[in-house]
């Protein structure tokens, strides 16, 4: 990735990453099998803020490190929302994106009925992280509510049960509008320019 980062500062380029921790994700799929806990309403545990946190601030480093811009794709965690805001306030052209599901659904959701189908990678954090995300779309922070959207269909949404089967993605597309509208706008005072 830094010989990518060289590249993409040589040339004016942006990188566009999606950014987890891979050492802390797999170490929690074990411990969870190992522990009996491998039900699909644990995955704020595998996918956590501490994976987005350690992944976001070596990624912003590295990047700083040579010059080059920055997309952080999914940001789901207030970790992150804060790794991105320091940054830019050093002057790392560094900017961030969320997705819808973590704006209207957090890990409490998992436990719903059929609670996989709000699921996506990384998985939905915890209300603090909602209120960050928020935050950081309406005042700044993040750049964008927007994703490179993977709709499923409702049956393949319910057929995983657990946290190594369960299907990432959202039943339908194109709700990012409607949603900054309503919850941004609406509700949370958003410039309609923002």
Known sequence: IWEIFQILAANKGLGVIHSEDNDIVM????????????????MAEVHNTLSEDVSFRRVIRLAEKVGAAL???????????SAIQEARRRGVPI????????MLYSSEDYKRPNGQIYHTYPSLKFPEDQLALWSGLVKGGLATLAT???????EKKLRGKNI?????????AEARMGI????GVVKRGMTLER
Do not use: C
Request: glycine share 14%; net charge negative; proline share 2%.
């Open 95 to 102: 900017y961030g994106e969320s997705l819808h599901q973590y």
């Open 164 to 172: 190594d089967n369960v299907t990432g993605g959202n039943v339908g």
């Open 27 to 42: 170490h929690m799929y074990g411990k969870l099998i190992r522990e009996g806990r491998a039900g699909f309403e644990n």
């Open 71 to 81: 997309y952080m794709m999914h940001v789901s965690a207030a970790t992150g929302v």
């Open 180 to 183: 900054a509208w309503s919850e």
């Open 148 to 154: 490179d959207e993977y709709p499923t269909t409702l």
